[in-house]
């Protein structure tokens, strides 16, 4: 389905299989693209294009159509569509990424170093795509990007995926797992710095990628036991998403953000699938800020701005005031969010702020 706030949710159909997928959708909204099964009894996929006039288009596959294909992005204006298809090899079947045009319809990315390749995301204008070589299948995988068609690989200290590109083609980020840690570290990449850490995620799983069309702000979702969000700016560095809007002031309605998906290029607004009285429900925040919030950690009124005697203090009080009304604490008042009431969100966000150094 698509969705928007005049005419609600849209469902726009399949291939004629049972199920269909969207992967992404143009700058006005316009042309929609996607996985959809192709049959009702088999298992073949194909990449589609979506317009309200012309319904859904099978951009079919690689060498034959037979195989399958599968879109990952779309650039702004809708004109290419970039994926990754099986394809015949010498051997067996192997996989290649793609560009599709109208004009071109769908077009191998070499990576001229062989192996199997998938492209991820694709700047505004098409002209730069980002994605992935994998010299065996499932094995360790370059970060790449296709410029204006020609290949380029992402040096990192480990097995790398390049997943998003800035609208202007200049910052590629992604995912490397460090070969000394093997912890997964979050990436940017520009042509004058090459590829640069923001931070451990740790051994966790983690989720697509999406960045602002300046490259400064990355979304994405990440696993422990479970999923949650986080956002990264140069200012934050690597925040949970549900942690930073509490602490912003954004009301969460009694639910928590699972997958943060998708925003927009200014990144104002974001999207994603939340749990709230244990039921999955996609979520829509609009308006973000992503300055650093105002808080004190000062909380023995000591006049510094936060040390371990700090920490060490609210923990003392927390403890003797958990499930309290408020005020309370022999040191300072551990109602740290002012809710008139301590209990288990005052410690997160105290800690929270702690640790970003508030």
Same mark, same amino acid.
């Given at each position: 389905i698509i969705w928007t706030q005049a005419s609600g949710a849209t469902d726009i159909g399949t291939l004629g299989g049972a199920d269909a997928n969207v992967a992404g959708i143009s700058g006005d909204g316009r042309i929609v693209t996607g996985t959809s099964k192709v049959l009702p009894s088999a298992n073949r996929q194909h990449a589609f294009r979506w317009t309200a006039e012309d319904?859904?288009?099978?951009?079919?596959?690689? #060498?034959?159509?037979?195989?399958? #294909?599968?879109?990952?992005?779309? #650039?702004?204006?809708?004109?290419?569509?970039?994926?990754?298809?099986?394809?015949?090899?010498i051997s067996d079947t192997l996989a290649s990424g793609f560009r599709w045009t109208p004009s071109t319809r769908m077009r191998e990315l070499s990576s001229g170093i062989g192996g199997y390749s998938f492209a991820i995301d694709v700047s505004a204008d098409g002209s730069v795509i980002c994605g992935a070589v994998e010299l065996e299948w499932n094995g360790d995988s370059f970060a790449c990007v296709w410029k204006s068609g020609s290949y380029r690989t992402l040096y990192a200290p480990g097995s790398a995926v390049a997943s998003a590109v800035s609208a202007n083609g200049v910052v590629v980020a992604g995912v490397y797992e460090d070969n000394s840690s093997s912890e997964y570290h979050l990436f940017r990449w520009t042509e004058a710095e090459g590829v640069t850490s923001l931070g451990s995620l740790g051994s966790r799983g983690y989720g697509d990628i999406d960045i602002s069309e300046d490259g400064s702000v990355l979304i994405s979702y990440i696993s422990t036991d479970s999923w949650f969000p986080i956002v990264w700016t140069e200012e934050l560095g690597i925040r949970n998403l549900n942690d930073y809007l509490r602490q912003i002031g954004v009301d969460l309605d009694g639910g928590e953000i699972a997958y943060a998906t998708d925003m927009t290029p200014d990144a104002t607004v974001i999207v994603g699938e939340a749990y709230r009285n244990g039921r999955s429900q996609t979520f829509r925040i609009t308006n973000m800020t992503y300055d650093r919030p105002d808080c004190s950690i000062d909380y023995n009124g000591e006049g510094d701005s936060g040390d371990m005697t700090d920490l060490l203090d609210f923990l003392g009080d927390f403890g003797a005031c958990e499930l309290q009304p408020a005020p309370c604490g022999s040191t300072g008042n551990v109602d740290y969010n002012e809710d008139g009431f301590v209990d288990i969100l005052d410690f997160l966000d105290f800690i929270d702020a702690f640790s970003i150094g508030c």
């Open positions: 319904g859904m288009q099978d951009l079919g596959a690689l #060498s034959w159509e037979y195989y399958s #294909s599968f879109a990952n992005a779309i #650039s702004d204006d809708g004109n290419s569509i970039v994926g990754w298809s099986y394809r015949s090899g």
